[in-house]
C-alpha cells in the first residue's frame, strides 16, 4: 500500500518510477553491445551505480548475466547465453501483444531493439 502512495505521488510531480523489470531489461539490452563495468552500465543506462550492482546480483542468480572478471576495483559482467534467450523471447511476446488489439484498452507498448 506505501509503495503505491509513493508512486502515485511521484507521478503527480511528473516523474514516474521505473519498474524493476523495465530497469534489468534496460541492463541487459545495454550487454547486448557487450562486456561492461558496473560504472559504464550505469553511465550508459541513466541508473544509479548501486541500482545497477543490485540488479546485476539478481541477474547473476537467474543466469543472465556472467561475471568475465572480478577484482578489488571493477567487476565486469556480459550477457549469457539465458540472457540472450530471454530477451529474444521478451521481444517475441511484445511483437505477439503490438498484434493484439483489445477494444476500448490504449496502452503504451515498450520498445525492444531488434
Same mark, same amino acid.
Request: charged share 25%.
Given at each position: 500500500?506505501?509503495?503505491?502512495?509513493?508512486?502515485?505521488?511521484?507521478? #503527480?510531480?511528473? @516523474? *514516474? +518510477?521505473?519498474?524493476?523489470?523495465?530497469?534489468?531489461?534496460?541492463?541487459?539490452?545495454?550487454? $547486448? =553491445?557487450? !562486456?561492461?563495468?558496473?560504472?559504464?552500465?550505469?553511465?550508459?543506462?541513466?541508473?544509479?551505480?548501486?541500482?545497477?550492482?543490485?540488479?546485476?546480483?539478481?541477474?547473476?542468480?537467474?543466469?543472465?548475466?556472467? #561475471?568475465?572478471? @572480478? *577484482? +578489488?576495483?571493477?567487476?565486469?559482467?556480459?550477457?549469457?547465453?539465458?540472457?540472450?534467450?530471454? $530477451? =529474444?523471447? !521478451?521481444?517475441?511476446?511484445?511483437?505477439?501483444?503490438?498484434?493484439?488489439?483489445?477494444?476500448?484498452?490504449?496502452?503504451?507498448?515498450?520498445?525492444?531493439?531488434?
Amino acid at each position: 500500500m506505501k509503495k503505491e502512495v509513493e508512486y502515485a505521488s511521484s507521478e #503527480e510531480n511528473g @516523474s *514516474s +518510477k521505473r519498474t524493476f523489470s523495465l530497469l534489468r531489461n534496460t541492463i541487459l539490452i545495454e550487454l $547486448l =553491445n557487450g !562486456a561492461r563495468t558496473i560504472n559504464q552500465l550505469a553511465i550508459n543506462t541513466n541508473i544509479n551505480w548501486k541500482t545497477v550492482e543490485s540488479h546485476l546480483t539478481y541477474l547473476l542468480g537467474k543466469k543472465y548475466v556472467n #561475471e568475465i572478471f @572480478s *577484482s +578489488k576495483f571493477v567487476r565486469i559482467f556480459d550477457l549469457s547465453e539465458q540472457g540472450k534467450a530471454y $530477451l =529474444n523471447q !521478451a521481444r517475441k511476446d511484445i511483437e505477439q501483444w503490438e498484434q493484439t488489439d483489445v477494444p476500448g484498452v490504449s496502452v503504451e507498448k515498450p520498445e525492444v531493439p531488434k
